[in-house]
């Protein structure tokens, strides 16, 4: 049984940060890609950014030059740090995580609001 447990959501003045975890634990063998997607009511998922095992990284859109997304193998856990906050952020961010078979997890989701 997999389970991701996300937090570091909350409400932020804009230009404000945040750091989200996401921990992995259970029954995932030889984690690979992890990232962090982000879903705003009436929207489609999106990607935010997302980590190899070798610790190669992807950025979408907005989220590139402001966060920085990093991972901690022994631990089993993905981060996102977020700076300058802007409005169009919020939404609910999701941790993704592949095992070695290709198989997806995917968080609870944490809400992220950025007010002006």
């Known amino acids: 049984q997999v389970q991701l447990v996300e937090s570091g959501g909350g409400s932020v003045q804009a230009g404000g940060s945040l750091r989200l975890s996401c921990a992995a634990s259970g029954s995932i063998f030889s984690i690979d890609d992890m990232g962090w997607y982000r879903q705003a009511p009436g929207q489609q998922r999106d990607l935010v950014a997302l980590i190899t095992s070798g610790g190669g990284t992807v950025y979408k859109g907005s989220a590139k030059g402001r966060f920085t997304i990093s991972r901690d193998n022994a631990k089993n856990m993905v981060y996102l740090q977020m700076n300058t906050l802007k409005p169009e952020d919020t939404a609910v961010y999701y941790c993704?995580?592949?095992?070695?078979?290709?198989?997806?997890?995917w968080g609870q989701g944490t809400q992220v609001t950025v007010s002006s």
């Open positions: 993704k995580v592949e095992n070695g078979f290709g198989r997806a997890y």
